[in-house]
């Protein structure tokens, strides 16, 4: 079993930036795939982008395209969600999620593990 825990999250204005990051504990983090979701009161949980265990795949939705990235440090345990240019929409309780697999994509069913988010609010 892996414990997730995000850290990263604050208030910043828009066009501002902020990096969250997921520290995994308890195994191998090299062994997951990770995902990182975002949910707003009253909305479903919701795809942001992914990696895949090894770091050589990313994916981001097309809203953060050029603006979000996903990396990892399998090194250092941690996966992060660099965000740039950050627009009040992306003001979300920030989710990262892991599996055991090569990738998972956007299901949420297809990972076992949460974190239990950190807040990014973006005022405008």
């Known amino acids: 079993q892996v414990q997730l825990v995000e850290s990263g999250g604050g208030l910043v204005q828009a066009g501002g930036s902020l990096r969250l990051s997921c520290a995994a504990s308890?195994?191998?983090?090299?062994?997951?795939?990770v995902g990182w979701f975002r949910q707003t009161p009253g909305k479903e949980r919701e795809f942001v982008g992914d990696?895949?265990?090894?770091?050589?795949?990313?994916y981001v939705v097309d809203s953060a395209k050029g603006r979000f990235t996903v990396s990892r440090d399998n090194a250092k345990n941690t996966v992060y969600l660099q965000m740039n240019s950050l627009e009040p929409e992306d003001t979300a309780v920030y989710y990262c999620?892991?599996?055991?697999?090569?990738?998972?994509?956007?299901?949420?069913?297809?990972?076992?593990?949460w974190g239990q988010g950190t807040q990014v609010t973006v005022s405008s």
């Open positions: 999620a892991a599996a055991t697999a090569r990738r998972v994509g956007a299901s949420r069913r297809g990972y076992d593990y």
């Open positions: 308890g195994r191998t983090f090299s062994n997951y795939a």
């Open positions: 990696i895949s265990l090894s770091g050589e795949s990313t």
